[in-house]
């Protein structure tokens, strides 16, 4: 690998995120496939460990010091690269702080942040619903002042960690006649009277990643637990993406890094026409390019990453958006090739390939879609060009 000059907290977190990937995670990463349970168990070694405190701040027990963006890029990347279904446990807990830790009370940092710093507490992040995906400012959910408290009432959709965490940042309308300029964030706990779960989605891939509906049915939310001041949801959930989309960058690398792993030895073991396939040309060009990609995604990842924790002026959702699209795609394409390495036993559920690439796709998918990012990405650029004067 490249030296991309980590310091040696850095270092640690990877090395000690890549021993409990090869120890905890690896060994069962098939099993919780198959049975598509909550990976409870390897979820509390994780905690053990300290793996949530890597990014939480040390005012609220955390380690993350000053590059909270990097260790949880770092920490994603080596699980992913042994279970991405396993590594969602974590990287969903991370997406369903960020509003607390962008925008909440210190009241609020105090009394959620250190439970989730020592997993003991998961978190989810919920904004999308069943009419509002892409289009998340179509949100409908509603969340109505009474008294010191907001009643929520709606539905959400897919949400990672749905059932299993306790602590659930939820995007509601405080002014439904506003739309998304009457939205708000409120920290909802899971045993509250009226929040109930719908089934648990059976799914293609990242198969030990619990994903579940929530409802809401005159749910009464105390009203500190309103995150930042009333229509500012909307605000607080693009600074999370900003924040998160290099997060689902790096499940994607860790995967695609996992896959060319797993085909590169396979390429030296394999033997047909009297050689191992690494040694047929057709075959090499493959991996070199499956590598090279792989780097490629590295490299922005952790540019981009770096950048965001050296807190810059501008919203880095730029460079967020091209670290989630260009990932996931490479991890979409790295995990295929991968497969074709292997060949029809790559086809073959008693190997662990084809998982790679069940678990890879749903990274081009959720946190706003590739076509979203290339929207955004685009939406941004010409906006760029345009305030320069070069519309003409
Ligand atoms: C496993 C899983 C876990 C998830 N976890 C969470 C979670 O924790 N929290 C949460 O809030 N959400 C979560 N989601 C939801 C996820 O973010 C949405 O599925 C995603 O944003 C896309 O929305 P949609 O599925 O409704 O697709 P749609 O918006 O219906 O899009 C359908 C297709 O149309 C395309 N499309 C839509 N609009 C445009 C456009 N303007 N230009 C070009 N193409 C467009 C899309 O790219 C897509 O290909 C999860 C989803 C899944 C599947």
Redesign the pocket.
């Known amino acids: 690998m490249l030296d991309y000059g980590f310091t040696e907290e850095q270092t640690a977190i990877r090395e000690l995120a890549r021993e409990i990937a090869e120890k905890e995670l690896r060994p069962v990463a098939a099993k919780y496939d198959v049975s598509g349970e909550f990976p409870w168990p390897v979820v509390r070694k994780m905690a053990e460990v300290d793996l949530f405190r890597t990014f939480i701040p040390e005012e609220y027990e955390g380690i993350a010091g000053s590059t909270p963006t990097m260790n949880l890029v770092l920490v994603t990347e080596e699980l992913s690269r042994a279970c991405g279904g396993i590594a969602l446990a974590l990287a ?1 807990t991370a ?1 369903g702080t960020m509003p607390i830790l962008l925008s909440g009370s210190e009241e609020q940092k105090k009394r959620f942040l250190p439970d989730i710093a020592a997993g003991k507490r998961l978190a ?5 619903e069943p009419e509002a ?3 998340a400012a179509g949100v409908r959910t509603t969340a109505l002042k009474s008294g010191d408290h907001y009643v929520l009432n709606g539905t ?6 749905g059932g299993e965490a306790e602590i659930y940042t939820v995007i509601a309308l405080t002014n439904p006649s506003k739309g998304p300029r009457g939205a708000s964030f409120f920290i909802v706990e899971k045993d509250t009277p009226g929040f109930t779960f719908g089934k648990k ?1 059976d ?1 293609m891939g ?1 198969r030990a ?1 619990a ?1 579940r509906e929530l409802h809401f049915e005159d749910c009464r939310v105390p009203a500190e637990n309103l995150i930042g001041r009333e229509g500012t949801g909307f605000i607080t959930a693009m600074r999370t993406f900003d924040a998160s989309r290099p997060g689902v960058g790096a499940q994607a690398l860790g995967m695609a890094q996992g896959a060319l792993d797993l085909a590169l030895a396979y390429s030296c073991e394999r033997r047909q026409f009297g050689s191992p396939i690494s040694s047929f040309q057709g075959l090499r060009f493959m991996l070199a390019d499956m590598a090279t990609k792989v780097e490629a995604a590295r490299a922005l990842i952790y540019a981009t990453s770096r950048h965001i924790d050296a807190q810059p002026k501008e919203r880095p959702t730029i460079y967020s958006a091209m670290s989630k699209l260009f990932a996931s795609d490479v991890a979409v394409s790295v995990a295929l090739d991968a497969l074709q390495v292997f060949g029809g036993y790559g086809y073959m559920r008693d190997y662990p390939i084809e998982k790679y690439v069940r678990d890879a796709k ?1 990274t081009q ?8 990012q290339r ?1 955004e990405i685009g939406k941004i650029m010409v906006g760029e060009q345009i305030s320069k004067g070069g519309r003409k």
């Open positions: 969903g997406l989810a992040f919920a904004l999308t995906g892409s289009d959400k959709q897919w949400i990672t960690n989605e799914k990242i990643s994903t749903i998918i959720y946190e706003g879609t590739n076509q979203i929207e």
